[in-house]
């Protein structure tokens, strides 16, 4: 046997180096290097055979090539859908990463029981066929067209895969697959590495799209290095808090479609339910008024949604104050907090303040700001701000209220709802027809105005 042959590879950027090095020159972490064994053997690469096979690789006029968006597979999963753009491309590669127990395997599992007239293989390394079995029962969905392999051979899986020709390839998990061409143990980083190109490859030559499954570390990036992220053609981070209910799929990545859409599930007995209307929710049902909540119209992607923000605010009892906010950026809590003490001259500086979105989920659109503030000092003053009321613009440093986009289609979600009033920016006002509407708009342009509206 030929003496193994060692290389160093990077767990962040899966950059390789011959030796041992502190820093990676390529991302400039430090000490992420680690010591895999390899061996490559080229010859015993099947897809290499295959393309030789096959005539690719000839350059096409751009004016030939096929238009791919009435392509798209419908996956009959309306929020799956929504996430890659409107369906799956035929040859894409789809990784999906999250925390273990978040819910990706039911998540793939009932997609692939779901989909109609479509040979699925559902390769699993993590689990037994008995198991699947079961989950299927409890998913209670059945699709007369869907194999199960337990197989964690990639040399193995394609002869299966050659013989079954399936339409639609999904692997539970990319980090259990192993390759004869590499000696270094399943997991590893050139294993993960060279798996996913042989599925990329696989994608790429017969138009089978294929789900990759991926488990997230503690850190919260995707265990294997950054390189998976750059071969798949789009990245869906599965999460959610494991304590609520509610599971949110948003695409990193997508070569195929926005980012910035979002789908929502709720994580029920019998597997994932569609979450289409969102705002039901996110909205706590509560009798009585209570202080220091406030409801902000927010858009997450294209799709409008009202979403509960909380406060605590109460006099600190050590020295230094505490901020803590779960679902909204701490950083910004803070720029909020210090534009409410500087510009408005509220005296928060003493104050513990705590911040909570309801429903465990995480707020990117600036457009909350108004409903934050409005929140804290809700509770500051022991005042509940109406349940009928919602708020829809950002805060400037000056304490300046600012316009923020699609305002209309948040108003229109807050009228749909039944909200009685929305605050907005004056500067959000031109060219809104306001008799559209049954909400009454209350336009503002300093946070002092809308206090004095609110808790005057
Ligand atoms: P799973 O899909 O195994 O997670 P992952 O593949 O991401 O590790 O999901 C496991 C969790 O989902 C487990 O805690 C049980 C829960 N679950 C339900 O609540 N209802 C169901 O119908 C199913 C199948 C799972
Ligand atoms: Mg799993």
């Given at each position: 046997?030929?003496?193994?042959k060692t290389?160093f590879y ?16 390529s991302?400039d ?8 064994v390899?061996?490559r ?5 099947k897809?290499?055979?295959y393309?030789?096979k096959?005539n ?6 751009i004016?030939d090539i ?7 597979i419908?996956?009959?999963?309306n ?9 799956m491309i035929p040859?894409s ?5 999250g ?11 009932q997609i ?7 040979k ?15 989950r299927a029962?409890r998913i209670?969905l059945?699709?007369?067209?869907c194999y199960i392999?337990t197989?964690t051979?990639?040399?193995n ?6 013989q079954l020709?399936?339409e639609l390839?999904?692997?539970d998990?990319?980090?259990?697959l192993n ?7 399943a997991?590893s ?6 798996c ?8 790429k030559?017969?138009?089978t ?11 919260g ?7 998976l992220e ?7 981070q599965f ?8 599971r949110?799929?948003?695409?990193t990545?997508?070569?195929f479609?926005?980012t910035?859409?979002?789908?929502i599930?709720e994580?029920?007995?019998s597997?994932?339910r569609?979450v289409?209307n ?5 909205i706590?049902q ?7 909540i406030s ?16 406060a605590?605010v109460?006099?600190a009892?050590y020295g230094t104050?505490q901020?803590s906010?779960t679902?909204?950026d ?5 720029m909020l ?6 510009r408005?001259?509220?005296k928060?500086?003493v104050k ?16 909350i ?7 804290i000092?809700?509770s ?7 349940k009928q ?5 950002e805060i ?8 923020v986009?699609r305002?209309e ?9 039944g ?7 004056k500067?959000n006002?031109?060219g809104?027809d306001?008799?559209k509407?049954?909400?009454?708009i209350?336009p503002a ?8 509206m609110?808790?005057?």
């Amino acid at each position: 046997m030929a003496k193994s042959k060692t290389l160093f590879y990077c767990r962040n950027c899966g950059a390789q180096s011959i030796k041992w090095i502190g820093k990676c020159p390529s991302c400039d972490e430090w000490n992420t290097y680690v010591e895999e064994v390899v061996q490559r053997s080229d010859d015993k690469n099947k897809w290499v055979e295959y393309s030789k096979k096959k005539n690719i690789g000839k350059p096409h006029l751009i004016e030939d090539i096929k238009h791919g968006d009435q392509l798209r597979i419908n996956t009959y999963n309306n929020e799956l859908n929504r996430v890659l753009g409107g369906g799956m491309i035929p040859g894409s590669l789809i990784l999906v990463g999250g925390e273990p127990g978040i819910g990706k395997s039911t998540l793939m599992l009932q997609i692939a029981l779901n989909l109609k007239n479509m040979k699925v293989l559902y390769i699993t390394g993590e689990e037994s066929e008995q198991q699947i079995k079961m989950r299927a029962e409890r998913i209670g969905l059945n699709n007369p067209d869907c194999y199960i392999l337990t197989e964690t051979s990639t040399q193995n899986i394609f002869q299966q895969i050659e013989q079954l020709k399936p339409e639609l390839v999904i692997i539970d998990s990319i980090q259990t697959l192993n390759t004869d061409i590499i000696d270094s143990s399943a997991g590893s980083i050139s294993q993960i590495r060279e798996c996913a190109a042989e599925m990329q490859r696989y994608s790429k030559l017969t138009d089978t799209p294929v789900f990759l499954i991926g488990h997230i570390t503690k850190e919260g990036i995707l265990a294997g290095p950054k390189i998976l992220e750059h071969m798949v053609d789009t990245v869906l981070q599965f999460e959610g808090e494991r304590n609520y209910g509610y599971r949110i799929l948003r695409a990193t990545k997508n070569r195929f479609g926005s980012t910035s859409e979002l789908g929502i599930y709720e994580m029920r007995n019998s597997g994932l339910r569609e979450v289409s209307n969102p705002s039901e929710i996110l909205i706590s049902q509560r009798d009585d008024d209570l202080s220091g909540i406030s409801i902000a119209a927010t858009i997450e992607g294209l799709r409008p949604m009202l979403i509960e923000t909380q406060a605590l605010v109460s006099s600190a009892a050590y020295g230094t104050p505490q901020r803590s906010s779960t679902g909204f950026d701490l950083r910004r809590l803070s720029m909020l907090l210090a534009v409410l003490e500087k510009r408005s001259g509220f005296k928060l500086s003493v104050k513990d303040v705590f911040l909570n979105i309801a429903g465990g989920i995480k707020v990117d659109d600036p457009g909350i700001d108004l409903a934050v503030v409005t929140a804290i000092l809700s509770s500051n003053e022991d005042i509940p701000v109406d349940k009928q009321i919602c708020f829809a613009a950002e805060i400037g440093l000056s304490g300046e209220i600012r316009p923020v986009n699609r305002i209309e289609q948040r108003i229109a979600e807050a009228d749909k709802l039944g909200f009685k009033q929305i605050f907005i920016s004056k500067y959000n006002m031109k060219g809104i027809d306001k008799t559209k509407y049954n909400i009454s708009i209350s336009p503002a342009g300093k946070i002092e105005e809308v206090f004095s509206m609110l808790f005057a």
